[in-house]
């Protein structure tokens, strides 16, 4: 039977994972092993494989770093305690946490500090909840959106803000969103959703697929909320959807007498898997791109590594301050720059 996939577009890589991969690749360029990184960098199992073989190590207490090594913060977001820890035991610290989770952690701090009650909806135990809560741990409570908001009460019915989680599916906040208006008119959110564009656009492009396939395959880890939320999109859609990681994890059944398969990937899925799983699907009948919009959000390295740079090109003369070959070329380039070919260098 010929076989057609419905590739969707936008897929994979956002630009908060597009400057977090890169950033850790100049880190592992410039310095000798070990480099520590406080949690995985971005929830993608190849990427941090990729990263442990080139010489960083991961952990999930900051205690863990050995005084004076390089340290990373993953781009979840981390708590203020854990960005102090950090600053007092490494040499160099840098920060690749998301502009657009930042933004909700200084929601989280603005709000608080006003005196609301903050409904934080997000994924218990998520890196970026547990690091967006840390802001505020007295104002804040979470709400699981499958759970709702259940028992929730606040002090003062006219001081209630709703946060986010930014890679929450779209179904799941409206839902919790309608309960908290109906149920506090003064309710406050942010003018800007806490849902990134990256979230909501590769929701809308699996239900784009969803209208012409039979059946979804969303690349990306256990551990990526968005990919996770993709796949409960695409169900909702009325669509078998499955996770995969990679081609290895395609079953055979899923594809039987199918004609048309959709695929997609999670903010932090590299795209040679995506390549993998279509090479795995083999479709005979081609691919189809399925666009719903071009995405041109590019986020700069962090100001703390675009500095040490700075410093460190200062001091080599004449040329760029790589110790490690590989990355050759300046950073002020970065944008040229893909996370993609960062990975290449790394065997990805
Ligand atoms: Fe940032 Fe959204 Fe990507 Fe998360 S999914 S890293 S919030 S752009």
Known sequence: MATTVLLAEPRGFCAGVEMAIKALTWMVKVFEPPVYCYHEIVHNAAVVTAFERAGVVFVDHIDDVPDGSPVMLSAHGSAPEVVAGANARAAVMIDAVCPLVTKVHHEVRRVADQGYDIIYVGHEGHDEAIGAIAEAPAAATLVDPRVGLGG?????????????????????????????????????????????????????????????????????????????????????????????????????????????????????????????????????????????????????????????????????????????????????????????????????
């Open 152 to 348: 929730f009460s606040a002090a003062d019915s006219r001081k209630v803000a709703l946060l986010a989680q930014t890679t929450l599916g779209l179904y799941e906040w409206e839902d919790v969103l309608a309960d908290a208006v109906a149920r506090y008119p003064d309710l406050w959110t942010a003018r800007k959703s806490d849902l990134c564009y990256a979230t909501t656009n590769r929701q809308t492009a699996i239900q784009r697929l969803a209208e012409a396939a039979d059946v979804i395959l969303v690349v990306g880890s256990e551990n990526s909320s968005n990919t996770q939320a993709l796949v409960r999109v695409g169900r909702n859609a009325g669509v078998p959807a499955y996770r995969v990681d990679g081609p290895g994890d395609v079953d055979p059944a899923w594809l039987d007498g199918v004609d048309v398969v959709g695929v997609t990937a999670g903010a932090s899925a590299p795209d040679q898997r995506v390549q993998d799983v279509i090479a795995a699907v083999d479709p005979t009948n081609g691919v189809e791109l399925v666009r719903v919009t071009e995405e041109d959000e590019y986020f700069p390295l962090p100001p703390q590594l675009r500095r040490f740079m700075a410093t460190l090109q200062a001091l080599v003369e004449g040329s760029v301050a790589c110790s490690r070959p590989g990355l050759e070329g300046p950073i002020e380039n970065d944008r040229h720059f893909s996370a993609t070919q960062a990975l290449r260098l790394l065997g990805v």
